[in-house]
């Protein structure tokens, strides 16, 4: 309830509605970029480590980020450690973790939408960008994104892929800024607990 009346404080009823409908239809836009591109246009900031996710980690940021980080995102996590096409890194402050950003091969798998897509040998997908709140604006994604560039282009990867929600403007921005271009969009729709997507590429 408080959340509910938090956003008609902030966005009235017309913001209570949008959020509604985007829970039953969204469109996603299908990103593609040059790594080598992506390595000119972001910066490492060599005040923060990066570090492989595991167990030890992830525990971590469970207990030092409790609202940002729920029990159903841990399951999450752990799971994917276990599969060898996923990989996640963490990015350090001292011992303060900042943020994570996950990545794959051999296929693309949209959580939300369900959508899934083969990609090519040359081809990495990356997702879930995230950076906690009080490390917000200083770099963190920009380091996050240079060092797994880096990673994937010293392994023979030329592409990395993304989606993003349509509606996500600042992420869009920042793909942009970043050299992604569009390649397609997914249109998702939940309904009655089931998910439908059609995807039209260029």
């Not at 956003?7 to 969204?26: A, Q, W």
């Not at 900031?45 to 992830?58: G, P, Q």
């Not at 996950?102 to 083969?118: D, M, P, T, V």
Request: glycine share 6%; with cysteine.
């Amino acid at each position: 309830m408080e959340r509910f009346k938090e956003v008609i404080r902030s966005e009235g009823f017309s913001g209570v509605i949008k959020r509604g409908k985007s829970r039953i239809y969204k469109t996603f836009y299908i990103l593609k970029a040059e790594i080598t591109t992506m390595l000119e246009n972001t910066i490492e900031n060599e005040n923060f480590v990066c570090r492989v996710i595991d167990k030890a980690e992830i525990e971590k940021i469970a207990e030092d980020y409790p609202e940002e980080f729920d029990e159903r995102k841990k399951s999450i996590f752990l799971n994917r450690i276990k599969d060898p096409q996923h990989r996640g890194i963490v990015v350090q402050y001292k011992n303060d973790i900042c943020g994570y950003l996950w990545s794959s091969i051999g296929s693309l798998e949209e959580e939300e939408s369900g959508y899934q897509r083969k990609l090519q040998k040359n081809e990495m997908y990356l997702y879930d960008l995230y950076t906690f709140k009080k490390y917000r604006r200083q770099g963190v994604a920009d380091t996050a994104f240079h060092h797994e560039m880096r990673f994937y282009k010293n392994r023979g990867y030329q592409y990395a892929l993304d989606l993003v929600d349509e509606s996500n403007k600042p992420s869009m921005s920042a793909m942009n800024k970043m050299g992604f271009s569009r390649i397609g969009k997914v249109y998702f729709k939940n309904w009655n607990g089931k998910k439908y997507n059609k995807v039209v590429e260029r």
